[in-house]
Structure formats: structure tokens, C-alpha cells
């Protein structure tokens, strides 16, 4: 499904060139939920952005469901974010001037559909992250959890292919991010919906089905998860 081959990113900050990714080949399975866990500045975001079409590789390939990212043109990578792939910031996202139920229409609305349909699939989405009561109220009467499970919401509107999320719980308390994390753990489909999640937190990265470690833009571990200790059980 989402695969990197021998992919480098680099950029140039004034004098200095940072060399984010450092040659990484990676392979996600649809059904996986693979938790990426590196320190701070050790590439694993960038990593996030390559395979989700936010950004190119500077050398190699990054592939969605055997398409070549590079091969497409801006407006194709776009179309592909908005239809196939959803995502889950840290920052929630949420445009403060909509409700619930139309910050998870949106990319509905963008793609043409009618407003009253893709109301009703938002209110829906909204239901299945039991945040059904919450359609009709706006992002600053909602908590930090709320907002979060509005942002999953949306990321799952489309009946997207994979789910990517960059430190989802970093702005939660601890019982919330267990709240987050336990909904998306539900999320991945075997053989065909993938979830990818970024985190510096082991107990975070233990809700996941397989552990990525990066380390100074290289792949340092590549492993099943060992231990249920971030589930809970």
C-alpha cells in the first residue's frame, strides 16, 4: 500500500543543508497500524510526509498503492490527500468558524458533493467517534478530546485508505490520549485500510501492531510491537 524505496529528503536552511531522511525503504500493509517513534529531529515526521503525498523524496521513490508520488502532477497528489488518505495532526485543525459537522464534511464539500449529503456522512462519522452530540457546536466549545475525535472524524469521512497521524495525543492528558489512541487502534482493516501514527512516546507507540524506529533520518529498528502495556490491558 504505502511503500518508500531507498527515498532521501533534504533541505536547505540558509547556509546549512539538513538531511532529513537518509535513504529509508519502508513497506506498509493495508490492516497494519505501524507506530513510527524517534527523538525529536530524527526524521520521523518527514517520513509521515512522504507517505502521505505532503511531500516529495529528494532522491527515490515513494509509492501510494503502486503509483509513483513523483509521477503525478501537484492538483494528483492533492486529489489523492483529500480522497484517499486522511490525516490527524496534532493541532487538530479545525476551522473555528465551522461546526463539527461541517469540519468533517469539508473535504466532501471540496470534492462536489452536496451540502446535505455530506452533512449527513459527517454526522455520521461524527456518531462513530461518539461525537454525534457534538455535531452542531463549534471547535471553542469543545475540549482539547473532542476537537480530537472531530479531526479523526474527518479523517475518516472519505473511507480513506490509509489514516496518517502525526502526534495525535501531543496537546491530551493521559486518560484522553488513551481515549484517542484505543479509537485509533479500531481503525486499521485488514487487507485493505492502513494506519501510520508518529510519536515520541513509547506508551503511545505501543497501541500500535508494529514499531518503526528512526534515528538521524535511518531506519534503527523495524519490529512487531512486544508488550500491551500502552493498551492497557
Do not use: W
Amino acid at each position: 500500500m504505502l511503500e518508500l524505496i531507498d527515498a532521501t529528503k533534504t533541505y536547505v536552511q540558509g547556509r546549512r543543508t539538513v538531511n532529513a531522511v537518509r535513504g529509508v525503504s519502508l513497506q506498509i500493509t493495508g490492516g497494519e497500524f505501524v507506530t513510527i517513534m524517534g527523538p525529536s529531529g530524527s526524521g520521523k515526521s518527514t517520513l509521515m510526509h512522504l507517505m502521505g503525498a505532503l511531500d516529495t523524496p529528494s532522491t527515490g521513490r515513494a509509492v501510494f498503492q503502486g503509483q509513483d508520488l513523483q509521477t503525478m502532477s501537484d492538483r494528483q497528489r492533492s486529489l489523492l490527500r483529500r480522497d484517499r488518505i486522511g490525516f490527524v495532526f496534532q493541532a487538530f485543525n479545525l476551522l473555528p468558524t465551522l461546526t463539527g459537522a461541517e469540519n468533517v464534511a469539508l473535504p466532501l464539500l471540496l470534492g462536489g458533493m452536496a451540502r446535505r449529503a455530506a452533512l449527513d456522512r459527517g454526522r455520521e462519522c461524527l456518531t462513530k467517534v461518539n461525537m454525534g452530540h457534538r455535531a452542531d457546536h463549534f471547535p471553542d466549545e469543545m475540549s482539547g478530546g473532542e476537537m480530537q475525535r472531530v479531526a479523526v472524524a474527518r479523517a475518516l469521512v472519505a473511507d480513506p485508505e490509509a489514516v496518517l497521524c502525526d502526534e495525535p495525543t501531543g496537546n491530551l492528558d493521559t486518560a484522553t490520549s488513551r481515549e484517542i489512541l484505543s479509537l485509533l487502534a479500531a481503525l486499521p482493516e485488514p487487507g485493505r485500510r492502513a494506519v501510520v501514527m508518529v510519536t515520541h512516546d513509547p506508551s503511545a507507540a505501543a497501541y500500535g501492531t508494529r514499531l518503526v524506529q528512526i534515528r538521524d533520518g535511518l531506519v534503527e529498528a523495524d519490529g512487531p510491537v512486544c508488550g500491551t502495556e500502552g493498551r492497557g490491558d
